[in-house]
């Protein structure tokens, strides 16, 4: 069974930094891509960053690009978000998801496995 | 970056209806789209991928439509578990995701 197992939230003051783990299990790791996305308290989803299998291409909106950096561990099965520089904006929920892929002839990227997220909470 | 704009934001629906949802993307995506689910409390669920494709598992009560820069999701025969905030996503150009439409019941 897939499993997704975020940890590492809590409450931080604004400009500190946090680093979010995401364990996996139940599939092989290093053979997929990875991301976070976020929800804020009652809003919609919002893509984070996305990583691929070996780490060597990393991917960012401009909301979080040069704060956030994502990072992965294939030999513990594991993926990071490094938050730098937070503000009051990036308090949500943060979820790790894998980008699972199904190819006819057509490549068809989804995320398919998600986990149950862990809460940021940026205040003074 | 490309903007995807979810209408209406919030719709009613009595049980063994069917309903419509919208997504238009600000440019030309293809059928790089996805739908998810989210049901309170839960994290979200994949339904659809490529604009038309049902995830493994997913009623076929679920339909989705579209190409380029409008997308439908259309659920048949509404229950009371399809209550919940629904998601477009394209992946054409990086990710970005729709505002959500959320399902209620009249």
């Known amino acids: 069974e897939v499993q997704l197992v975020e940890s590492g939230g809590g409450l931080v003051q604004p400009g500190r930094s946090l680093k979010l783990s995401c364990a996996a299990s139940?599939?092989?790791?290093?053979?997929?891509?990875m991301a976070w996305v976020r929800q804020a308290p009652k809003k919609g989803l919002e893509w984070v960053a996305t990583i691929s299998t070996s780490g060597s291409r990393t991917y960012y909106p401009d909301s979080v690009k040069g704060r956030f950096t994502i990072s992965r561990d294939n030999a513990k099965s594991s993926l990071y978000l490094q938050m730098n520089s937070l503000k009051s904006e990036d308090t949500a929920t943060y979820y790790c998801a894998r980008l699972g892929d199904y190819y006819d002839g057509t490549y068809y990227p989804y995320f398919d496995y998600w986990g149950q997220g862990v809460m940021v909470t940026v205040s003074s | 970056e490309t903007v995807m704009t979810q209408s209406p934001t919030s719709m009613s629906t009595s049980i063994g209806e069917r309903v419509t949802l919208n997504c238009k993307a600000s440019q030309s995506v293809g059928i790089n789209v996805d739908w998810y689910q989210q049901t309170p409390g839960q994290s979200p669920k994949l339904l659809i991928y490529?604009?038309?494709n049902r995830h493994t598992g997913v009623p076929d009560r679920f339909t989705g439509s579209g190409f380029g820069r409008d997308f439908t999701l259309t659920i048949s025969n509404v229950e009371a578990e399809d209550l919940a905030v629904y998601y477009c996503?394209?992946?054409?150009?990086?990710?970005?995701f729709g505002g959500g439409t959320k399902l209620e019941l009249k």
């Open positions: 996503l394209q992946y054409g150009s990086s990710w970005t």
């Open positions: 490529g604009a038309s």
């Open positions: 139940g599939f092989t790791f290093s053979n997929y891509y």
